[in-house]
């Protein structure tokens, strides 16, 4: 029998990963490796949207082109390239009330909004189609330790929300003046940071995100420090034997961290405790 319920907490975020990257970089290095938004598969999230963006006045062709492209090109470099991300789930999401049968805005609910680590999706697409790792994580312990290295920057830590159609209110930015004035594109792209980076498709509920993002306009922040914040690890359906023992000898080596094999069995997934 497993105790693993004790993960439920509202403490807990949960990192899905593939079986290389968790033995050869996360178990060494004890950090995360950070991501742009170029890297996401939401498009959403991976390309500027030029809907996103009205303008106020009468502007001939030639300008039309010109600084709507310039001020897509400042959005990329301040958004898509600079802006660092690393995304997480969480137990008891805000929008959880979404997805139950009277109040879900799809047309139908596949997903039953359950604990992360049960969810077989997120097994099957973040962690190698289950033969990948969860590492489960102290939010608390977490965003302390990184902290030094946060408040250098802009950032934020939070959950993120979802939109059956998602529709950014952004106000209108007058072309007429001189838009290649970097000040001004970088304040309004900056004012709106938060709209753009904390709003999802509903496709991706089930997903439960809690989103970590750092603004590095010096292209300095690579990782996040989990050293200390592992509070157990979850192996997938088809984590492979033989490396059974390595995860065994890094939970007894760090405070004897629980350790979790996850079966499919009846349909459903069931976890036994290894350590």
């Known amino acids: 029998m497993t105790n693993i319920n004790k993960f439920e907490g509202g403490d807990i975020l949960y990192h899905f990963t593939k079986k290389?990257?968790?033995?050869?970089?996360?178990?060494?290095?004890?950090?995360l490796k950070l991501s742009t938004l170029k890297q996401y598969n939401d498009p959403y999230e991976y390309k500027?949207?030029?809907?996103?963006?009205?303008?106020?006045g009468k502007l001939n062709e030639e300008d039309i082109k010109d600084k709507f492209n310039y001020l897509i090109n400042e959005y990329n470099k301040y958004v898509l390239h600079n802006v660092k991300i690393k995304c997480f789930s969480v137990n008891n999401h805000t929008n959880q009330e979404l997805l139950k049968p009277t109040s879900c805005p799809l047309d139908y609910c596949p997903f039953p909004l359950d604990k992360p680590y049960k969810n077989i999706r997120l097994w099957h697409q973040y962690a190698e189609n289950h033969y990948g790792v969860c590492f489960v994580i102290s939010k608390k312990?977490?965003?302390e330790i990184n902290y030094p290295i946060f408040?250098?920057?802009?950032?934020?830590?939070?959950?993120?929300?979802?939109?059956?159609?998602?529709?950014l209110n952004f106000p209108s930015i007058d072309l007429n003046i001189n838009i290649h004035n970097n000040i001004e594109v970088e304040t309004f792209i900056k004012n709106k940071i938060d709209e753009i980076l904390h709003y999802k498709s509903m496709d991706f509920i089930d997903e439960q995100e809690f989103r970590i993002w750092i603004h590095d306009t010096d292209d300095k922040i690579e990782n996040l420090e989990i050293n200390n914040?592992?509070?157990?690890?979850?192996?997938?359906?088809?984590?492979?034997?033989?490396?059974?023992?390595?995860?065994?000898?890094?939970?007894?080596?760090?405070?004897?961290?629980?350790?979790?094999?996850?079966?499919?069995?009846?349909?459903?997934?069931?976890?036994?405790?290894?350590?």
């Open 141 to 143: 312990k977490l965003l």
């Open 20 to 31: 290389n990257y968790a033995l050869e970089d996360i178990l060494l290095t004890k950090k």
């Open 48 to 56: 500027a949207l030029p809907s996103a963006f009205n303008w106020a």
């Open 229 to 275: 914040t592992i509070v157990g690890i979850i192996l997938g359906d088809r984590f492979p034997e033989i490396y059974i023992p390595l995860i065994i000898e890094f939970c007894k080596n760090n405070n004897n961290i629980p350790c979790y094999k996850a079966f499919f069995d009846n349909s459903q997934l069931i976890f036994l405790e290894y350590c």
């Open 151 to 167: 408040s250098v920057y802009d950032y934020k830590a939070q959950e993120v929300f979802y939109q059956k159609n998602i529709v």
